[in-house]
């Protein structure tokens, strides 16, 4: 019997021991695989490596999560068809990784290059390739780019884990593609400020990682946190924000949220908002210590300055080393320079190899496509100039091309010919004068809201706040410069002249705001008088707009029963190019999902509000008219029940 | 005591007693040898007489009163003198109430007795037939063992005795006689409580979704509109198809008309309910006499209301035949032509029935194509409907288009109907009962305004089968807007009705009657006011939008309710056209013919009527819109 008896114990035993295996498995979901892959996009670079001249290299610095280790680069080799042969070399630092011979036969080959012998220099991996290229063409041809090389769609393979954070310092990695924001149902004004900020902040931050994605989720009812299934869970972050009493930041390590770090901020309105601007930023690294109380931060103002360095818009290279065309183009938008450009110029300081006997070399400016400047080189070997941007050429969104042409003498590009090599003064700066063109469009967005803004909402909610976080981060996705959101009350917002978000879900609210269109039926005619478009229901449609007042610009978003702002936001995330996409100043989202981008404002076209249609009279007072339809059928019911339903005669 | 006299007032004090033992004809005269005898017909009259009951097989009597040769006094006087029995004129003697309180009224209307007394253990008692072992065997087994003495008076005084001294009864069996019977087959009330209930759940709902889902709801409302109505088309349609096939076969032929044996004819009885139709009592008594019919075996009963004086003394002003019945219907709420006729049921002893209104004027061979239909059908046939069309066709817009349409509803729709073997609305007028049958159903629904349909509907969820017969009864067409207004609105009030009580039991109905009939009668009967109610308002949204070009109503005709709603605007305006034009080419109206395109318009005022009927279901469900017959300047027109 005892013997049976052990048998039993050990059987219950066997079979709790695999239901606590299983729970233990199930609570490791989203734990890593080995090995570990990532592409370069998702670490922030580009989707490919391309060296393009007879000489060219490039350095790549790759941020290497704490608690893993490189081991392997794949991705796919491709040649230009003019190719004829050449090399390539990769290095980490002076150790060659990986060295291989390319010849014209040489393309869509599938390259796995092992990392063990590269250096790591805290968490970065400096790569090296160099490329050597010898093709049909004559790259001293001006038309010409260059033969290239390229890692198509390049990843790399890690082994290891990644190590939770363990303070509030090393809360934020190197690499990050999801953080989730959590905020009560009910977000208070504290809440959506720092909600905001750290949604601001966050993406500036990890605006390099395309993946990169901030999330909303409401608190449960009870207070506890959502659950959230993220298989993606190790490179997520949770940021819990409480309006509350107590002055702290904390990484919590909560059980069944173990895969994904949590950081509470709790505080008071102004504490939690503080404490946003810095967690992010530089300073946060600051806090080595699991828990931090009674934070005292004020952030510094942003100053203004009319001088943007060549620095901070971030050139691919300042070197150029070869023959023939060499280019070095710089990408900006006008919200990278800190505003909206009303005047730009630049002045463009280097040096180069002088030029030995019989060679030429060049040097022209693009701005958008469009020259506004050129200048020979001689044997002095530096330049400085000062060059002015026409207007006319500015955009939203520009390219400088630095383009160098270098022709050996003798016109012969070949690769034992003197090289000629060129680099920028990161001195190098533009000037700007800022001012803001009217009539105000989607396209002055977000350059227009720098060096600050303010967000009003007309009731705050979850869903507000929601669409909020999305757009500021859309924006901040768009521009280098920080954004500096303030939530205010609606009233104060009103009265201020700093440019404005406004979120509104009854449209009476805004009827002091002299918006092109309203939120109630209206339908556009052409110069003719021709109808264009006409809404009758208020209900089907929500409306993000953009216009002057109180002289500040202003953008409109206003929510109907079945357009929340969270749709009309995501609608315009979700668009091909984001905020790119919208054009004119009148972006309408149809209760269908259909989209409608107008400019209204000097637009050739006239706005007609119509008369109330039983849908917007519906929409207006469908609240206060569901009880009283109910109560008034009752009534009627009431009346008609004798009539209708008679008792049963006497029987004679 | 003063010896009586056969035809003299009999008194309390003047009756003879006469013996209990059954008086014997065996030596008695003759009927017509009696008659001769006194003076009151000549032997060429007799000799007549005897020639049409050899024909006819009609009781002697019967023919010379149905002829005009005597009247009821001369010859139950007579019949008094025959059968050796005092005559008791009922007009001046009343029955006690105790004599009759034990038996059932109907006892007296089928054996043709009344008691008049009781005292000592004699029973005293008026009879209209001779003393026969049934009647005394009916008497002895109410009242026990009591000596009977017999006296002769009319059938007409029994009559008017029973409906005056039962008058509570009557009046209550003709009024809820069906409701007793069941409750569920009643229009009493509007609705069941469960109906009424259901009804307000429903629109608590509707609101409901339509708060939270306005533009889906009303999307969604109008699709179903809008495939009740396409539905309502294509029925119509597969009905009107199915009825043309009767453009080339007769139900009832000539040859099997004349093939009839007039001593095989039974009595017919012919209900001719009458209100403040005082103008009319002489063209009606005129169109029943043309009816070729043997006039002995004819009961015509003119249902009179008690209080319409006026139309009283005008029928006995005209002095119709003694074959002519008055029935003066109690004054009682709801005066409705149903709650007479339910009157009439309980008097009338002919083993058919049929109603014809004041004004009507049936084609002669309409009862004996009705019998021969009979006889061609199987028992379960328990009426059939002869056609109904105008006799003042071409009088104005209305008579005309009212035309077109009689003529699409009784030469198609109701023959596609018999085809299909769906179940037929009864028509108000010309229709055809088994007497039993009739019985059986309950009568008619005193609350339902229109009663005839309501029956041929019972009828069908019952067992039985409604067929039609090739015969026209021409009528007076509404020539007065108002007036149409008001006959129309009680037609669809009617079919409101009908509908409200079929349904009150869904899955009953369909149990009993089967898919096809429970649908036949959803399209027929339900959908028609339905159709009517909702036409407006879709007409309107739709030209508005069509006019207009406006967007306001965008939301309401996605892609493919857009597609439907167009059917059934042209399609089935269309197609209602069509059949209007093919029907009165079959009638060989060609005059009207153009008439049929106006047909939209003339369901602009079916719709106006339609909600006049929704508001009277509400506020007066059992009221009865009178129609004003008699208005027409038309006295003659041939029809075609």
Same mark, same amino acid.
């Given at each position: 019997?005892?013997?049976?008896?052990?048998?039993?114990?050990?059987?219950?035993?066997?079979?709790?021991?695999?239901?606590?295996?299983?729970?233990? @498995?199930?609570?490791?979901?989203?734990?890593?695989?080995?090995?570990?892959?990532?592409?370069?996009?998702?670490?922030?670079?580009?989707?490919?490596?391309?060296?393009?001249?007879?000489?060219?290299?490039?350095?790549?610095?790759?941020?290497?999560?704490?608690?893993?280790?490189?081991?392997?680069?794949?991705?796919?080799?491709?040649?230009?068809?003019?190719?004829?042969?050449?090399?390539?070399?990769?290095?980490?630092?002076?150790?060659?990784?990986?060295?291989?011979?390319?010849?014209?036969?040489?393309?869509?080959?599938?390259?796995?290059?092992?990392?063990?012998?590269?250096?790591?220099?805290?968490?970065?991996?400096?790569?090296?390739?160099?490329?050597?290229?010898?093709?049909?063409?004559?790259?001293?041809?001006?038309?010409?780019?260059?033969?290239?090389?390229?890692?198509?769609?390049?990843?790399?393979?890690?082994?290891?884990?990644?190590?939770?954070?363990?303070?509030?310092?090393?809360?934020?990695?190197?690499?990050?593609?999801?953080?989730?924001?959590?905020?009560?149902?009910?977000?208070?004004?504290?809440?959506? @400020?720092?909600?905001?900020?750290?949604?601001?902040?966050?993406?500036?931050?990890?605006?390099?990682?395309?993946?990169?994605?901030?999330?909303?989720?409401?608190?449960?009812?009870?207070?506890?946190?959502?659950?959230?299934?993220?298989?993606?869970?190790?490179?997520?972050?949770?940021?819990?924000?409480?309006?509350?009493?107590?002055?702290?930041?904390?990484?919590?390590?909560?059980?069944?949220?173990?895969?994904?770090?949590?950081?509470?901020?709790?505080?008071?309105?102004?504490?939690?908002?503080?404490?946003?601007?810095?967690?992010?930023?530089?300073?946060?690294?600051?806090? @080595?210590?699991?828990?931090?109380?009674?934070?005292? =931060?004020?952030?510094?103002?942003?100053?203004?300055?009319?001088?943007?360095?060549?620095?901070?818009?971030?050139?691919?290279?300042?070197?150029?080393?070869?023959?023939?065309?060499?280019?070095?183009?710089?990408?900006?938008?006008?919200?990278?320079?800190?505003?909206?450009?009303?005047?730009?110029?630049?002045?463009?300081?280097?040096?180069?190899?002088?030029?030995?006997?019989?060679?030429?070399?060049?040097?022209?400016?693009?701005?958008?496509?469009?020259?506004?400047?050129?200048?020979?080189?001689?044997?002095?070997?530096?330049?400085?100039?000062?060059?002015?941007?026409?207007?006319?050429?500015?955009?939203?969104?520009?390219?400088?091309?630095?383009?160098?042409?270098?022709?050996?003498?003798?016109?012969?590009?070949?690769?034992?010919?003197?090289?000629?090599?060129?680099?920028?003064?990161?001195?190098?700066?533009?000037?700007?004068?800022?001012?803001?063109?009217?009539?105000?469009? =989607?396209?002055?967005?977000?350059?227009?809201?720098?060096?600050?803004?303010?967000?009003?909402?007309?009731?705050?909610?979850?869903?507000?706040?929601?669409?909020?976080?999305?757009?500021?981060?859309?924006?901040?996705?768009?521009?280098?410069?920080?954004?500096?959101?303030?939530?205010?009350?609606?009233?104060?917002?009103?009265?201020?002249?700093?440019?404005?978000?406004?979120?509104?879900?009854?449209?009476?609210?805004?009827?002091?705001?002299?918006?092109?269109?309203?939120?109630?039926?209206?339908?556009?005619?052409?110069?003719?008088?021709?109808?264009?478009?006409?809404?009758?229901?208020?209900?089907?449609?929500?409306?993000?707009?953009?216009?002057?007042?109180?002289?500040?610009?202003?953008?409109?978003?206003?929510?109907?029963?079945?357009?929340?702002?969270?749709?009309?936001?995501?609608?315009?995330?979700?668009?091909?190019?984001?905020?790119?996409?919208?054009?004119?100043?009148?972006?309408?989202?149809?209760?269908?999902?259909?989209?409608?981008?107008?400019?209204?404002?000097?637009?050739?076209?006239?706005?007609?509000?119509?008369?109330?249609?039983?849908?917007?009279?519906?929409?207006?007072?469908?609240?206060?008219?569901?009880?009283?339809?109910?109560?008034?059928?009752?009534?009627?019911?009431?009346?008609?029940?004798?009539?209708?339903?008679?008792?049963?005669?006497?029987?004679? | 005591?003063?010896?009586?006299?056969?035809?003299?007032?009999?008194?309390?004090?003047?009756?003879?007693?006469?013996?209990?033992?059954?008086?014997?004809?065996?030596?008695?005269?003759?009927?017509?040898?009696?008659?001769?005898?006194?003076?009151?017909?000549?032997?060429?009259?007799?000799?007549?007489?005897?020639?049409?009951?050899?024909?006819?097989?009609?009781?002697?009597?019967?023919?010379?009163?149905?002829?005009?040769?005597?009247?009821?006094?001369?010859?139950?006087?007579?019949?008094?003198?025959?059968?050796?029995?005092?005559?008791?004129?009922?007009?001046?003697?009343?029955?006690?109430?105790?004599?009759? &309180?034990?038996?059932?009224?109907?006892?007296?209307?089928?054996?043709?007795?009344?008691?008049?007394?009781?005292?000592?253990?004699?029973?005293?008692?008026?009879?209209?037939? &001779?003393?026969?072992?049934?009647?005394?065997?009916?008497?002895?087994?109410?009242?026990?063992?009591?000596?009977?003495?017999?006296?002769?008076?009319?059938?007409?005084?029994?009559?008017?005795?029973?409906?005056?001294?039962?008058?509570?009864?009557?009046?209550?069996?003709?009024?809820?006689?069906?409701?007793?019977?069941?409750?569920?087959?009643?229009?009493?009330?509007?609705?069941?409580?469960?109906?009424?209930?259901?009804?307000?759940?429903?629109?608590?709902?509707?609101?409901?979704?339509?708060?939270?889902?306005?533009?889906?709801?009303?999307?969604?409302?109008?699709?179903?509109?809008?495939?009740?109505?396409?539905?309502?088309?294509?029925?119509?349609?597969?009905?009107?198809?199915?009825?043309?096939?009767?453009?080339?076969?007769?139900?009832?032929?000539?040859?099997?008309?004349?093939?009839?044996?007039?001593?095989?004819?039974?009595?017919?009885?012919?209900?001719?309910?009458?209100?403040?139709?005082?103008?009319?009592?002489?063209?009606?008594?005129?169109?029943?006499?043309?009816?070729?019919?043997?006039?002995?075996?004819?009961?015509?009963?003119?249902?009179?209301?008690?209080?319409?004086?006026?139309?009283?003394?005008?029928?006995?002003?005209?002095?119709?035949?003694?074959?002519?019945?008055?029935?003066?219907?109690?004054?009682?709420?709801?005066?409705?032509?149903?709650?007479?006729?339910?009157?009439?049921?309980?008097?009338?002893?002919?083993?058919?029935?049929?109603?014809?209104?004041?004004?009507?004027?049936?084609?002669?061979?309409?009862?004996?194509?009705?019998?021969?239909?009979?006889?061609?059908?199987?028992?379960?046939?328990?009426?059939?409907?002869?056609?109904?069309?105008?006799?003042?066709?071409?009088?104005?817009?209305?008579?005309?288009?009212?035309?077109?349409?009689?003529?699409?509803?009784?030469?198609?729709?109701?023959?596609?109907?018999?085809?299909?073997?769906?179940?037929?609305?009864?028509?108000?007028?010309?229709?055809?009962?088994?007497?039993?049958?009739?019985?059986?159903?309950?009568?008619?629904?005193?609350?339902?305004?229109?009663?005839?349909?309501?029956?041929?509907?019972?009828?069908?969820?019952?067992?039985?089968?409604?067929?039609?017969?090739?015969?026209?009864?021409?009528?007076?067409?509404?020539?007065?807007?108002?007036?149409?207004?008001?006959?129309?609105?009680?037609?669809?009030?009617?079919?409101?009705?009908?509908?409200?009580?079929?349904?009150?039991?869904?899955?009953?109905?369909?149990?009993?009657?089967?898919?096809?009939?429970?649908?036949?009668?959803?399209?027929?009967?339900?959908?028609?006011?339905?159709?009517?109610?909702?036409?407006?308002?879709?007409?309107?949204?739709?030209?508005?939008?069509?006019?207009?070009?406006?967007?306001?109503?965008?939301?309401?005709?996605?892609?493919?309710?857009?597609?439907?709603?167009?059917?059934?605007?042209?399609?089935?305006?269309?197609?209602?056209?069509?059949?209007?034009?093919?029907?009165?080419?079959?009638?060989?109206?060609?005059?009207?013919?153009?008439?049929?395109?106006?047909?939209?318009?003339?369901?602009?005022?079916?719709?106006?009527?339609?909600?006049?009927?929704?508001?009277?279901?509400?506020?007066?469900?059992?009221?009865?819109?009178?129609?004003?017959?008699?208005?027409?300047?038309?006295?003659?027109?041939?029809?075609?």
């Amino acid at each position: 019997m005892k013997i049976k008896s052990l048998v039993r114990l050990c059987f219950v035993i066997a079979v709790l021991s695999a239901v606590m295996l299983s729970w233990s @498995q199930n609570d490791a979901v989203g734990a890593p695989t080995t090995p570990h892959e990532i592409s370069w996009q998702d670490l922030g670079l580009g989707e490919r490596v391309r060296l393009q001249g007879s000489v060219a290299s490039t350095d790549v610095f790759l941020h290497i999560p704490s608690g893993l280790t490189p081991t392997l680069l794949t991705g796919k080799l491709q040649l230009s068809p003019d190719v004829t042969s050449g090399f390539m070399e990769i290095r980490s630092r002076d150790q060659l990784i990986a060295t291989f011979a390319v010849d014209a036969g040489t393309s869509n080959i599938d390259l796995m290059i092992p990392l063990k012998n590269s250096k790591l220099e805290g968490d970065i991996l400096p790569l090296t390739f160099i490329a050597r290229l010898r093709s049909i063409d004559d790259v001293c041809t001006t038309t010409y780019a260059g033969a290239w090389i390229e890692i198509e769609d390049p990843k790399i393979q890690f082994e290891g884990t990644p190590q939770a954070p363990q303070t509030v310092g090393e809360f934020f990695p190197s690499i990050l593609h999801k953080v989730i924001l959590v905020t009560s149902s009910q977000p208070t004004l504290g809440e959506a @400020q720092a909600a905001i900020n750290l949604a601001a902040s966050l993406r500036h931050r990890y605006r390099h990682i395309g993946k990169f994605q901030i999330k909303m989720r409401p608190l449960n009812k009870d207070g506890a946190l959502p659950i959230i299934a993220d298989e993606d869970a190790l490179f997520s972050r949770m940021i819990v924000i409480r309006e509350g009493e107590t002055n702290r930041v904390r990484v919590l390590h909560e059980g069944r949220h173990q895969n994904m770090p949590i950081l509470e901020i709790n505080g008071s309105a102004e504490e939690i908002r503080e404490q946003s601007l810095w967690v992010v930023d530089r300073w946060g690294t600051a806090g @080595q210590a699991e828990e931090i109380n009674n934070l005292a =931060f004020t952030a510094p103002q942003e100053t203004y300055r009319d001088k943007v360095l060549l620095l901070e818009l971030e050139p691919p290279t300042w070197n150029v080393a070869g023959m023939g065309k060499l280019e070095i183009p710089v990408t900006f938008s006008q919200g990278d320079l800190g505003g909206p450009v009303d005047r730009l110029g630049l002045r463009l300081a280097g040096h180069y190899t002088p030029l030995p006997s019989g060679a030429q070399a060049t040097m022209s400016l693009f701005f958008n496509g469009g020259m506004i400047f050129a200048t020979t080189f001689d044997r002095d070997g530096d330049f400085d100039h000062f060059v002015t941007i026409p207007n006319n050429l500015l955009q939203r969104d520009n390219k400088l091309t630095i383009q160098f042409l270098y022709t050996p003498a003798g016109g012969k590009c070949t690769l034992d010919a003197h090289p000629f090599e060129a680099s920028l003064n990161k001195g190098s700066y533009f000037t700007v004068e800022f001012g803001v063109q009217k009539p105000i469009r =989607f396209l002055h967005y977000p350059q227009i809201l720098l060096p600050s803004f303010q967000i009003a909402f007309s009731s705050l909610t979850f869903t507000d706040l929601n669409a909020a976080v999305s757009i500021v981060s859309e924006w901040q996705r768009i521009t280098r410069s920080p954004l500096h959101p303030q939530v205010v009350p609606w009233d104060q917002a009103l009265s201020s002249n700093q440019p404005a978000v406004l979120i509104v879900h009854d449209s009476t609210q805004t009827d002091n705001l002299a918006a092109p269109v309203r939120l109630e039926p209206f339908r556009i005619l052409d110069n003719q008088g021709k109808e264009l478009l006409r809404f009758d229901t208020p209900v089907a449609f929500g409306l993000a707009e953009t216009f002057t007042y109180n002289d500040r610009p202003t953008l409109l978003i206003a929510t109907s029963p079945t357009v929340s702002a969270e749709k009309i936001a995501t609608t315009i995330v979700e668009q091909p190019d984001g905020w790119y996409s919208l054009q004119g100043d009148l972006f309408l989202v149809t209760d269908e999902g259909k989209t409608v981008m107008l400019q209204v404002q000097e637009g050739g076209i006239t706005i007609e509000p119509l008369a109330q249609t039983p849908q917007s009279w519906h929409s207006k007072w469908r609240l206060l008219l569901y009880p009283l339809i109910l109560l008034l059928i009752l009534l009627i019911a009431a009346w008609l029940h004798p009539r209708l339903v008679r008792p049963a005669p006497k029987k004679q | 005591m003063a010896p009586s006299t056969p035809c003299a007032s009999s008194s309390q004090e003047t009756i003879t007693p006469l013996p209990s033992a059954l008086p014997s004809d065996e030596t008695e005269p003759r009927l017509g040898e009696l008659l001769v005898a006194e003076g009151i017909i000549s032997e060429e009259t007799l000799q007549y007489a005897l020639d049409v009951q050899q024909r006819t097989g009609a009781r002697l009597g019967q023919i010379l009163l149905a002829r005009g040769f005597i009247t009821h006094k001369q010859l139950f006087c007579a019949l008094a003198k025959l059968w050796g029995l005092p005559f008791v004129d009922l007009t001046q003697r009343s029955p006690e109430p105790d004599a009759i &309180r034990a038996f059932d009224p109907y006892t007296f209307i089928e054996y043709h007795f009344l008691p008049l007394s009781i005292q000592n253990g004699v029973v005293e008692v008026a009879t209209s037939e &001779r003393p026969n072992p049934q009647t005394i065997a009916q008497i002895k087994n109410i009242l026990g063992d009591v000596d009977i003495r017999f006296f002769v008076t009319s059938d007409w005084d029994i009559d008017r005795a029973v409906l005056t001294n039962f008058r509570e009864v009557i009046l209550d069996t003709a009024t809820y006689g069906l409701y007793y019977r069941d409750p569920d087959e009643s229009a009493y009330t509007v609705l069941t409580p469960i109906q009424f209930f259901s009804a307000i759940i429903a629109i608590l709902i509707l609101i409901t979704v339509f708060f939270f889902w306005p533009i889906p709801t009303l999307t969604f409302l109008n699709l179903i509109i809008n495939i009740g109505f396409l539905g309502s088309i294509v029925f119509k349609f597969i009905v009107a198809l199915a009825g043309a096939k009767y453009e080339t076969a007769e139900p009832v032929t000539k040859e099997e008309v004349d093939a009839l044996d007039e001593e095989s004819l039974p009595v017919y009885t012919i209900l001719v309910p009458v209100y403040q139709e005082a103008n009319i009592v002489d063209k009606l008594m005129e169109n029943l006499l043309t009816l070729d019919y043997p006039p002995e075996k004819l009961e015509i009963l003119l249902l009179l209301e008690e209080n319409d004086t006026e139309t009283i003394q005008a029928a006995r002003q005209a002095n119709p035949p003694d074959t002519v019945s008055f029935v003066i219907i109690p004054d009682s709420p709801p005066k409705t032509k149903p709650k007479a006729c339910n009157v009439g049921l309980f008097l009338a002893s002919g083993e058919y029935l049929v109603i014809f209104d004041a004004e009507d004027r049936p084609e002669p061979d309409q009862l004996k194509k009705a019998i021969v239909a009979f006889r061609k059908g199987d028992e379960s046939l328990a009426c059939v409907q002869a056609a109904l069309n105008y006799f003042n066709a071409y009088e104005n817009f209305l008579t005309k288009m009212f035309t077109l349409e009689y003529s699409y509803w009784f030469d198609y729709m109701l023959p596609g109907l018999d085809r299909l073997q769906l179940p037929i609305p009864l028509g108000g007028t010309s229709n055809h009962f088994r007497t039993n049958i009739l019985r059986q159903l309950g009568g008619w629904d005193p609350f339902n305004v229109t009663e005839d349909a309501d029956l041929g509907i019972r009828a069908a969820t019952n067992g039985y089968t409604v067929g039609i017969i090739n015969a026209t009864t021409y009528e007076e067409a509404n020539n007065e807007l108002y007036n149409w207004i008001r006959q129309r609105s009680r037609w669809v009030k009617g079919y409101m009705q009908t509908t409200l009580v079929h349904l009150r039991h869904p899955v009953r109905l369909i149990k009993k009657s089967g898919w096809r009939t429970s649908m036949g009668f959803l399209f027929l009967v339900g959908g028609t006011p339905l159709t009517f109610l909702s036409s407006l308002l879709l007409w309107f949204v739709f030209l508005f939008w069509i006019v207009f070009r406006t967007k306001l109503f965008d939301f309401l005709f996605p892609t493919g309710i857009l597609y439907v709603s167009m059917i059934n605007f042209l399609i089935g305006n269309g197609l209602m056209i069509y059949l209007n034009m093919l029907a009165v080419v079959k009638r060989r109206y060609y005059r009207l013919l153009p008439y049929a395109l106006l047909n939209p318009i003339y369901w602009i005022l079916h719709a106006i009527a339609a909600y006049k009927a929704l508001w009277q279901l509400i506020t007066r469900p059992s009221y009865w819109e009178k129609t004003t017959h008699g208005i027409s300047q038309v006295s003659e027109q041939t029809p075609t």
